[in-house]
């Protein structure tokens, strides 16, 4: 089972990821966190990254690609992952299909949450609003101001995504605004659903 969840931030994908890791036994690959591992284990594209990111440039389509493609062949990742923050754009969600191809593998399914942007940002500032009220400090990314740039962030550069996926027919959706409860058996049946008769 090798999924794709797509949703801006705010939406829910962590909380879900962590319910569809816990069901299905496949581990959820976060870029950031890979990255991270490949520069620390001193791999040949680790290496890559790492001077790309010590001379301040940002890490090109093929390296994060490249970084993906390692960690799919890792024991754990055999029977399927979770990808998290990739891809980000058309151009990776293309470099990406090409990559799977040539391992033989494909994608099961993308699921999109579908939000309100305006109840999101409502959602986001309530949480920030408790937070304080605890005496804890507020995360940075939940300052209205940081989340509103996040959120056109994703308008522009991840949006179209769903799209490109829904031309392939590989397109899902949930309802990112539903109680968590519900989102997790919406994202359950689709799973069960392409569980049966998946192929390498």
């Not at 937070?131 to 991840?158: C, H, M, N, W």
């Amino acid at each position: 089972m090798r999924i794709i969840l797509l949703g801006p931030p705010g939406a829910g994908k962590g909380t879900q990821s962590e319910r569809i890791v816990a069901r299905f036994g496949i581990p959820q690959l976060s870029t950031g966190d890979m990255l991270r591992a490949a520069v620390a284990a001193g791999t040949p594209v680790g290496l890559q990254a790492k001077a790309v990111m010590e001379s301040g440039g940002l890490v090109s389509d093929a390296i994060v690609v490249g970084i993906v493609a390692d960690r799919i062949e890792e024991p754990d990742a055999r029977g399927g992952f979770i990808l998290d923050g990739f891809p980000r754009t058309v151009e990776q969600a293309k470099a990406l299909d090409v990559m799977l191809k040539e391992k033989g593998l494909r994608l099961s399914t993308v699921i999109e949450f579908k939000v309100d942007e305006a109840a999101l940002v409502g959602r986001i500032a309530k949480r920030a609003e408790e937070t304080a009220a605890r005496g804890q400090p507020v995360r940075k990314d939940d300052t209205p101001e940081v989340f509103a740039s996040r959120l056109e962030a994703y308008r522009i550069q991840t949006a179209p995504l769903s799209a490109y996926y829904e031309r392939a027919g590989m397109l899902e959706t949930v309802d990112g605004m539903a109680p968590i409860g519900s989102v997790t058996e919406s994202l359950m049946t689709i799973l069960e659903s392409h569980r049966e008769g998946v192929t390498s």
